[in-house]
């Protein structure tokens, strides 16, 4: 065998088994056809979270009035500076994280396209000319997932924007509807709303962010519609055109009512599939699932004993976290028979809006699909003393416990730094505590975390009956 493990992908999944199997001093090789580190550090995590940011910063000064006493502005924004140094942030991160590291572990990245052959073997057109075939004990699929977009009449010929081109923008846009209403929508839809443009969402389910609880999806969308964004939930795009230099969008509600917007640009923001085309995956019994996914087992190993998946293009969540975990099971299962796999029961995500929106676990109706007889309880923030004192109280936490017991089951959080308060609730799902338990542990005070201790002691107390610091 030329290597022990041949990888078809640089994103995270890939540079985590790449690190692995070189600390056990095994050879690697990684064969990439785009750009080196893949989705997250070039066109989704790293981009999108320096752009809303910079974003909220401005959106900050803007509303700085709601303390007394203060006085803010934005000047004129310079977007093309703004757009500038997310590309120098990314070039640096990609330099620090992906392709330093490659070399100071020392491994070979193949500019290229990499195609099975039997063998298995790789089949490799390398980006300099001419083809190497490579032979490896192990290959690793890791090559990602990238935006999809519904067959709408007229798309093709309105030259839209995706979530990865939206960022590449040289101008702000003075209007833009974002078509899609998760996570990645809505990040979008607020970052450039915040930036000055005029935006309206859409969104074919009944509302905002479907996945999530429905009490921060209307909460949600009532701080959308109050900063001035559209929102068109039950909505369908039925055809889109060009005129006079806008996009017209012709839609068509819950009702069945036609009705039509117009904007400067067109974002689609539905979703993302799994990139599987051109690996010649026939060729050595590998399947594709009815989504688009490469097919594994719950070891990720495919059909194909010696190929092996990790990552978005397994279907599995699409988050770099859960990226990078898939990459060390792959060198454990592969190189030690170790039979790992994941338990994503208490994963977390987070939507990065202002608020954010995080959860993990289960949501009410979940856990009742699943058999559970829940207790619930949401605990709006005006009834947080750290949201009292930056004097913004939308958002709420509801906690989701079975019923009895009072074992956690899940935890669903709209607030600022959401993302970081949804992590203590990993913990004690992990550790199946109480809300009990959790109502009774140490917390500091004046802390947004704090929101999840008070949201645990509405089960067993009126938190509205407590000093501002009472335990």
Known sequence: MDFDLAIIGSGGAAFAAAIAARREDRSVVMIERGTVGGTCVNTGCVPSK??????EARHVALSADRFPGVRAS???????????????LVAGMQHDKYTGLATEYGWDILPGHARFVDGPALEVSLAEGGTRRIEAEHYLLATGSAPWTPPVDGLDEV???????????????????????????????????HLGARVEVVEMQDRLAPAEEPAISGALAEIFTEAGIGVHTGTILTRVSRKDGQVVAELRDADGHPHQLRADELLMA??????????GLDSVGVRIGERGQIVTDEQLRTDNPRIWAAGDVTGHPQFVYVAGAHGAVVVDNAFHQAGRTLDYHHLPRVTFTRPQVAAAGLTDAEAQAQGYDCECRVLPLEHVPRAL??????????????RGTGRLLGAHVLADGAGEVIATAVYALHNQMSVYEMGELWCPYLTMAESLKLAAQTFTRDVTKLSCCAA
């Open 159 to 193: 030259d839209y924007l995706s979530s990865t081109t939206a960022m590449e923008l040289q101008a702000l846009p003075g209007s833009m509807l974002v078509v899609g209403g998760n996570y990645v929508g809505l990040e979008q839809a607020q970052l450039f709303s």
């Open 389 to 402: 004192v930056n004097r913004d109280t939308s958002g709420l936490v509801k906690l989701v416990a079975e």
């Open 50 to 55: 320096a752009l809303l940011a910079a974003a």
């Open 74 to 88: 934005a000047d004129e924004l310079a977007f093309a500076e703004l757009i500038k140094g997310k590309a120098d």
């Open 270 to 279: 539905t979703g993302r599939k799994p990139v599987t085309d051109g690996l």
